[in-house]
């Protein structure tokens, strides 16, 4: 029979796929439930030996999901500085063929007293200190004999302190802009003294900050920002997100507004994308907050360190409406609260990936194509002659012997394959051949089993044998 890699020279002769999913090698029955989830928005449990691929179905699945719609938006809370409020922008699916106008405006008008206070401030028509009414030409408050306009812009505490101690006026206003959920409004004073209001939603866009004369917003979670996120569980912060200290606390005129100092956490900026978390049992007790925001989809961010000025801030409920894909060894299964394991199983998949896959023309060739993958994507090592194809071909048949105690098949450790392969590289450009050879292989095949576990015992457990088989026993 012919030669499996007949017609080869190099892996340079390899047609690689750009689509991610046909890049995984071993794992056809994992791919095919990982597309099912996706489309139907199923949660992922992943397990199985180290290196062999649970982040890269992660990363291929994310490649299926649509481009994000929501953009999150955090607004200062006037009447409760502590609380932020949140707004979500949302763009309208532009596969919509109807006639629904880009953009609505409605018009109305009011009179000056009924402003909100802080647009009633910068237009003049209210004191800043004591919220008295006047009319925006007097510079001064009756009531309190203060100076009714000052720069309140926070981009410093220390600034904030200096503005108001020397009183430096800004002009009033004749027209303010601000955001409220997906609506722009503008608040334009007119010759008559009556305040003319335009609500203008936006169905593609939104408003930005820029249109915004000061910092009353602030975008938390980007729409152009990578929604797949990969998170190791070390910390709760990292998970769930937090609030900056400022010594100042609450006072803003002092100090950092509340609203721009609360970070996100993973599951926020994993909205509408991936949430991928490794080692998932290293959660420990936050698994239960985990299960909270997978449930609810929305999760509200206060300051994790009791002695932080963070501590009394709060926001609302913040949309977390992510799919999971959590991985974990075998033995670390028991570490997974049961209600977590319930929520996946009842709206999602655990999936066990094969560590090892029999030998077979079509395994060969996919552990081929693979070993020309890893060239591709290391980026600074030569390509594989054919006689090398067969050697790593060799190893990976004794690796599935040494790590797993299979017979007559190859090892799906793909980690540990690709970093022989990347050792071979680096072993032929130091002996400034152009191309890996068989000697390269098997010198890096030595080099990859590591330094053992440190008490003189190889890592190996099933370590019985070396390579002896001379090249050529792929051909059939």
Same mark, same amino acid.
């Given at each position: ?131 008295? @009414?006047? /009319?925006? $030409?007097? *510079? ?5 004999? +203060?100076?009714?306009?000052? #720069?309140?812009?926070?981009? &410093? ?70 929604? @797949?996120? /990969?998170? $190791?569980? *070390? ?5 769930? +997100?937090?609030?900056?200290? #400022?010594?100042?606390?609450? &006072? ?225």
């Amino acid at each position: 029979m012919t030669s499996i890699l007949e017609g080869i020279t190099t892996t340079a002769d390899i047609t690689l796929s750009n689509d991610p999913l046909e890049r995984v090698i071993g794992q056809q029955h994992a791919v095919s439930l990982v597309q099912s989830a996706v489309v139907q928005r199923r949660h992922i449990l992943l397990c199985g030996a180290p290196g062999i691929g649970k982040s890269m179905l992660a990363r291929a699945a994310y490649s299926l999901l649509p481009p994000p719609k929501d953009e999150v938006w955090l607004q200062r809370n006037v009447s409760k500085p502590d609380r932020p409020l949140v707004r979500v922008t949302l763009i309208e699916d532009e596969s919509n063929t109807d006639e629904t106008p880009k953009e609505e405006i409605d018009l109305t008008y009011i009179r000056p007293e009924t402003l909100p206070f802080e647009i009633a401030a910068k237009m003049g028509y209210r004191c800043p200190a004591c919220g008295a @009414f006047s /009319h925006p $030409s007097q *510079s001064v408050c009756m009531d309190c004999q +203060g100076p009714k306009r000052l #720069d309140w812009s926070e981009t &410093a505490s220390y600034h904030g302190l200096l503005r108001e101690l020397s009183v430096i006026s800004e002009p009033a206003q004749t027209s303010v802009t601000r955001i409220e959920g997906t609506y722009k409004l503008t608040y334009r004073r007119t010759f008559d003294d009556t305040i003319m209001v335009l609500h203008e939603r936006e169905f593609d866009t939104i408003a930005k900050p820029t249109t915004v004369e000061n910092d009353d917003y602030r975008v938390l979670v980007s729409r152009d920002s990578s929604r @797949f996120v /990969h998170v $190791s569980g *070390s910390s709760p912060v990292e998970l769930l +997100g937090d609030v900056k200290h #400022d010594p100042y606390g609450s &006072a803003e005129s002092l100090g950092m507004a509340a609203h721009l100092r609360v970070v996100p956490g993973a599951i926020h900026e994993a909205h509408e994308g991936i949430l991928y978390v490794d080692e998932i049992a290293s959660l420990g007790e936050y698994q239960k907050h985990l299960l909270t925001a997978m449930q609810d989809r929305k999760y509200s961010i206060s300051g994790r360190n009791p002695n932080s000025s963070g501590a009394a801030v709060r926001t609302d409920d913040i949309p977390c409406d992510f799919l999971l894909f959590a991985a974990c060894n075998v033995e670390d299964l028991p570490g997974i609260i049961p209600p977590l394991r319930s929520r996946i199983r009842g709206y999602g998949y655990e999936i066990m990936l094969n560590s090892t896959i029999p030998k077979s023309d079509q395994n060969i060739h996919d552990l081929v194509r693979f070993t020309a993958q890893t060239v591709e994507e290391d980026g600074r090592i030569p390509h594989l002659t054919a006689d090398a194809i067969e050697s790593v071909l060799q190893v990976a048949e004794d690796m599935a012997f040494r790590l797993d105690g299979q017979r007559n098949s190859f090892t799906l450790r793909l980690r540990e394959l690709g970093g022989l392969v990347r050792i071979a590289g680096d072993l032929a450009v130091q002996d400034y051949e152009d191309l890996i050879l068989p000697k390269h292989v098997l010198k890096a095949e030595s080099l990859s089993r590591g330094i053992g576990n440190g008490d003189g015992t190889s890592p190996y457990p099933n370590r019985s044998r070396e390579i002896s088989k001379p090249p050529g026993d792929y051909f059939f």
